[in-house]
């Protein structure tokens, strides 16, 4: 009789913490410890499976069972990522590149980098988790990547847009955090193929409070997904969250897009790709009008993330437009979208004018000599009042603009071959923007 209450104590203790995290997985609970255990689906499954094989050489029926049904349970959110999950769509001139990477800071090798996107040669890159300085790892890079968007806020959060495609509109949007930005572009190729809207982020780790914080970013991605006009659409970075997790359910139905790992079958992207010593946390979602065509993991760079790439086919939905020249002026808290089609959800910076700050354009023709303020700001004015014959509502005045030039300085540097924002946070030592310069 003792011998068989042990038994039942042996399998028991394993089942029951087994069923405790298998069942808190499940629970869509805003108690951050109940959403750990999602993340980790892979790794219950086979351990379920272990305890399944052990009772069934031991002849105990019952915790074979039990263990069975958890394994079903959670080997079952893994089966949609076991194969393909597109259909083979022909290659075409239309189709896009897009790379995201988590650069781990200083840790990825410039040399490996710049090679990366010598063999991968994507249109778009999103890169997050950014070092000091960029100078050697974007050294040489101008001009396959003519267009580069970058806010510095001396956070690990902080994310940069390389692009061979014009930015026409863009912002960071701080709703939830200043130091949580999360990126907005639309950007169109030079004529011919339609316009995409590129939503980039690094989100923060599901752990304590900053488990709502990385909600409200995900919430933001998701307004500037769905804000006016309509475009095909690509989210993408380091999401720090698994394609199993309800929240990244959550993020899906309220943006209205579509997880594209299925292609690479789900491995994982963070210190392994394997699905059993790593986790999947970095992620491409596209728009119902984005086909994906192929999606990858690219080769290790340094970094404690793989490059995730993805190759897509654009079919323009019908009724939208291409928009014709930049729109980027800043957008006072708690604009909206409006009439003329702009990405806003505040607060945010827009393109040449930082919200509570100052901002400037820099235009110089190449090979030109630098312009005087005098110069910048009434360049800033020309482009600002551009804009503002496009929108009735939502953006500061020139004058705002240019009234106060102290703080946080934003600058556009614009040529025929580049467009560069960067951001010079004054509590930096050093004093100078840790970026490239050309």
């Not at 980039?200 to 488990?211: E, M, W, Y």
């Not at 006016?228 to 139905?253: C, I, K, Q, Y």
């Amino acid at each position: 009789m003792a011998g068989s209450n042990w038994r039942k104590a042996a399998w028991g203790m394993p089942l029951a913490v087994l069923g405790a995290l298998t069942g808190a997985g499940f629970v869509a609970s805003d108690w951050w410890p109940l959403e750990i255990p999602a993340h980790f689906r892979p790794q219950l499954a086979v351990a379920c499976l272990v305890v399944l094989a052990l009772a069934a050489m031991l002849r105990a029926r019952r915790a074979a069972a039990g263990a069975l049904v958890l394994a079903l349970a959670n080997a079952a959110p893994l089966v949609p990522y076991a194969g393909s999950a597109f259909s083979a769509t022909a290659a075409g001139p239309g189709d896009l590149k897009v790379l995201t990477l988590n650069l781990w800071g200083r840790r990825t090798d410039p040399q490996a980098f710049q090679e990366l996107l010598r063999r991968e040669d994507p249109d778009i890159v999103l890169l997050t988790e950014l070092p000091r300085s960029l100078r050697h790892l974007l050294s040489g890079l101008d001009e396959r990547y003519p267009y580069q968007l970058l806010e510095r806020h001396a956070s690990s959060r902080d994310v940069m847009l390389l692009s061979r495609w014009r930015p026409v509109r863009w912002e960071f949007d701080r709703s939830s955090g200043p130091s949580r930005p999360v990126l907005a572009a639309d950007l169109c190729p030079e004529a011919g193929e339609p316009c995409v809207r590129l939503i980039g982020l690094h989100a923060v780790r599901p752990f304590g409070h900053r488990r709502a914080n990385r909600d409200r970013q995900y919430a933001a991605a998701a307004r500037l997904a769905a804000a006016g006009p309509h475009l095909p659409t690509v989210l993408m970075g380091d999401l720090n969250v698994t394609p199993w997790a309800a929240s990244f359910a959550r993020l899906l139905e309220e943006s209205g897009l579509e997880d594209a790992s299925g292609q690479r079958r789900g491995a994982a992207t963070w210190r392994s790709r394997s699905l059993l010593l790593g986790l999947p946390l970095d992620h491409i979602l596209t728009s119902p009008e984005v086909a994906v065509i192929d999606s990858y993991l690219g080769r290790n760079v340094g970094s404690d993330h793989f490059p995730v790439v993805a190759r897509l086919a654009i079919r323009p939905a019908a009724g939208t437009s291409r928009p014709d020249r930049p729109q980027n002026a800043s957008h006072s808290p708690g604009s909206r979208s409006d009439a003329s089609g702009r990405i806003s959800a505040a607060p945010s910076t827009r393109g040449l004018l930082t919200r509570g700050s100052t901002g400037t354009l820099e235009s110089r023709p190449e090979g030109g000599g630098a312009s005087s303020s005098e110069a910048r700001s009434g360049e800033a004015c020309s482009q600002s009042s551009q804009a503002s014959a496009d929108s009735a509502s939502g953006m500061r005045s020139c004058s705002e603009a240019t009234s106060a030039l102290a703080g946080t300085v934003t600058i556009v540097h614009e040529t025929r071959s580049s467009l560069r924002l960067r951001s010079h946070n004054p509590a930096n030592a050093s004093g100078a923007p840790s970026v490239a310069k050309k």
